[in-house]
């Protein structure tokens, strides 16, 4: 049987006409399967016909085809991959093997769906409607620090993207108080010019530290010249909703990843 697939429309500063960002749902949640009922990514440890019955789905409810849908091998860094004509054209391995250990992808192509997946990481879709550049990207802590969000923006710029203009929303990550960290992250985060009092705090009961991945993100898209009004989160917490989202610090990393995706109509 097919997955039952569900898109949560992510929100955006305003209306965008033609072009649609949207988390991926995890549907019917088996207790026992902490990869059900929709999971997209590929080398978490699913089955892979299951992941490719979740790919065709999507694909089936956005009315494109298969090869339309592009998606890194994320390993927390900050390569940023132009999605081009080129890219598509090129077989399954050849693409695999050209976005592995990509974590932000970027397009001026129409009918295209870039994605990332992610169980806790921040999760960025953005676009300049006026210059038809979309883009997302993935920020974990470790990509928040290698300022991946900046770098993306930067990445669209190349592309004829202005800053000013770009619009960009977050969805469903870790929040503050659910992301307790060591304190070298928190050392990392600062050491990459982030300022503590607006990132981290301290558990006065457990001496841990917590960090607010996507207030650094924001933080990070503001000082590349996004404005701060077309910068939105949807405010969900993976880890406080398991029956909506995967999340790694629940389930474990051998878990499911929740599907950010944006698409450019026309």
Not at 194 to 222: C, F, Q, S, W
Request: charged letters at 20%.
């Amino acid at each position: 049987m097919m997955p039952s697939l569900k898109i949560d429309c992510l929100p955006m500063a305003e209306p965008l006409g033609g072009i649609e960002a949207f988390n991926v749902l995890r549907g019917h949640v088996d207790p026992a399967d902490p990869y059900s009922e929709v999971n997209l990514c590929d080398y978490v440890g699913d089955d892979p016909l299951h992941v490719v019955q979740c790919r065709l789905q999507l694909c089936k409810q956005l009315h494109i085809d298969p090869q339309c849908l592009v998606m890194p091998r994320q390993r927390h860094t900050s390569q940023v991959r132009l999605v081009d004509a080129r890219l598509l054209a090129l077989s399954s391995h050849e693409r695999a093997s050209e976005l592995d250990g990509v974590d932000a992808l970027v397009t001026c192509l129409t009918g295209v769906c870039l994605g990332v997946n992610t169980a806790d990481c921040v999760n960025i879709a953005l676009c300049d409607p006026a210059a038809g550049v979309v883009a997302v990207a993935h920020a974990g802590w470790r990509g928040t620090v290698a300022r991946i969000a900046s770098r993306t923006v930067a990445a669209m710029q190349a592309v004829g993207a202005q800053p000013g203009r770009i619009v960009a929303t977050m969805g469903a990550c870790i929040c503050q108080d659910c992301f307790e960290v060591g304190d070298e992250v928190v050392e990392a985060l600062t050491g990459a010019g982030y300022d503590e009092r607006y990132v981290a705090v301290r558990n006065t009961r457990t001496g841990k530290m917590h960090v607010d991945l996507p207030t650094a993100n924001k933080i990070d898209l503001v000082e590349a010249g996004v404005h701060p009004r077309h910068i939105t989160w949807n405010g969900e917490c993976t880890r406080c909703n398991p029956n909506l989202y995967f999340s790694a610090r629940r389930l474990g990393i051998a878990s499911g990843r929740t599907f950010t995706g944006i698409i450019r109509r026309h």
